[in-house]
């Protein structure tokens, strides 16, 4: 390859983080640990530990089940090894919970070239999957353990210096899958001559699936000191969902204490091929969904966040401390999705014909808090 | 910056020069051949370019405010957040798991 200076490794820094998401039923709380070190200027290691706490559930996991706590514990590892212009990255992660226990390794290689105005990224995620379904009980719930699945993933990207205001960046990610694939605690609804005009079935997914996806992005440097970038990621699936998502970021400092960042997001899917909110009778067809993840939706999320280097100078044995503060509002809207939860709520105090349900929208805020320390 | 863009097309012409070069005789060779062949001239045409903007002026682009993803806990956690409530996911650089079933 070309002969230039070599690239390297980000600065050592630990992250402390909570967050909390509530909204649509869930009340979820986030803690986490990040430690990266550098043991030379070629090899570093990354260890993350995050924690969620869940408690209370979606709007179609209510129409069939009851409130469920749970918590997910990720532990990951990740190692760094830079040799000349080219970064090699190896982690292994694991996450677990009640009812779903999750396996990934990963590895990926980055690789300056064209004088280090290009970088081109290459990665591979394997990732194995046990899945349970938890029977609700508070205290000492059961676990019936109902399959496995196994996705791979094929990374490549590229960012590219334009000028020296510019940069710009493509990602392409592959995704395959395949074994139990469907969500236990969602259930299908059709038509029945029952008193409540529907019964609830379960869900049939296909064995496999496979994802595309495209970003592109771009940043731009303000001549007051101030970024502004752009993305927009197109997505399609063997399942016929189609995602497009764009966002648009604005960063502003302030002196060298603040830094301010606004966030705003779309997000728009049409639903899977084999979803519907009410199928016409039982077993209508091979595969039947009404999981909310694949109906037609659009969701907007506005977000604001302030960084704080409340200590620019550093303390201690950190060079620098930074505190930031994120808040986002998401709205959620759903194309096809009903809420069967309020059929008894028409503004005359009747019952909704079945199918006529209001279609379902929930706001969802999210809160984040991180100490980072750099040292 | 208009003496960046200036400078980088100089550079790709430069490339696409080299290229016209070594091309009427791969053409004759089959497309694999071909694609490969193409693949490492373009490496190697890029040893020849000149990069239009110099490490000296890199500054702004080198400053954490220019950084894709500052936070690295933050991105993966609110694409978790999408992807668990979203029916698409990849291409957003992070790599993790979880169900976010309920």
Known sequence: ?375 | MRASLLTMRASLLNMRACLLTVRAPLMKRAPLKLATAGAGLVLLAGCSIQPWVKPYERDRLADPIMSWDRDAISAAYMDHVYDSREGSRGATGTAGGGCGCN
């Open chain 1, 1 to 375: 390859m070309c002969a230039a200076g070599a690239a390297v490794l980000p600065d050592d820094r630990a992250d402390i983080f909570w967050s909390s998401y509530r909204g649509g039923g869930m009340d979820i709380t986030g803690e986490s640990v990040l430690v990266r070190k550098k043991f030379s200027e070629q090899f570093a290691v990354e260890a993350n530990y995050f924690v969620d706490k869940v408690s209370g559930a979606s709007v179609d996991v209510l129409s069939n089940a009851s409130v469920i706590k749970d918590e997910r514990k990720q532990k990951s590892l990740s190692v760094e090894y830079i040799h000349d212009k080219t970064l090699y990255n190896l982690s292994y992660t694991n996450s677990t919970e009640r009812d779903y226990i999750s396996n990934t390794t990963h590895f990926s290689l980055s690789q300056d070239m064209f004088g280090d105005l290009t970088t081109v990224n290459l990665g591979f995620t394997d990732s194995r999957n046990r899945v349970g379904e938890n029977d609700g009980t508070a205290n000492t719930p059961i676990i019936t353990w109902l399959g496995h699945s196994e996705s791979r993933s094929y990374q490549a990207g590229l960012s590219q210096i334009l000028t020296r205001n510019l940069i710009v960046g493509s990602t392409l990610e592959v995704i395959t899958d395949q074994g139990f694939l469907s969500n236990p605690y969602r259930s299908i609804r059709y038509v029945d001559a029952v008193p409540l005009g529907y019964s609830l079935g379960t869900q049939v997914y296909p064995n496999t699936h496979t994802s595309t996806a495209v970003e592109t992005r771009a940043k731009y440097y303000l001549p007051w000191r101030a970024a502004a970038s752009v993305s927009y990621r197109y997505y399609s699936d063997t399942w016929d969902v189609r995602g497009n998502t764009i966002e648009l970021d604005y960063v502003q400092p302030f002196s060298n204490k603040f830094i301010v960042e606004g966030r705003v997001r779309h997000y728009s899917q049409n639903h899977a091929s084999f979803y519907s909110d009410l199928f016409d009778q039982a077993n209508q067809q091979n595969f039947e969904a009404r999981d909310q993840n694949l109906a037609a939706q659009t969701n907007n999320t506005i977000d604001g966040k302030v960084t704080w280097a409340f200590a620019p100078q550093g303390f201690l044995l950190f060079k620098r401390a930074t505190v930031s503060f994120d808040v986002s509002r998401i709205q959620f809207k759903y194309g096809d999705f009903r809420n069967i939860k309020a059929y008894n709520d028409t503004p005359a105090g009747g019952n909704y014909p079945v199918g006529g349900e209001p279609l379902y929208a929930f706001d969802a805020m999210v809160y984040q808090v991180y100490l980072s320390m750099f040292f």
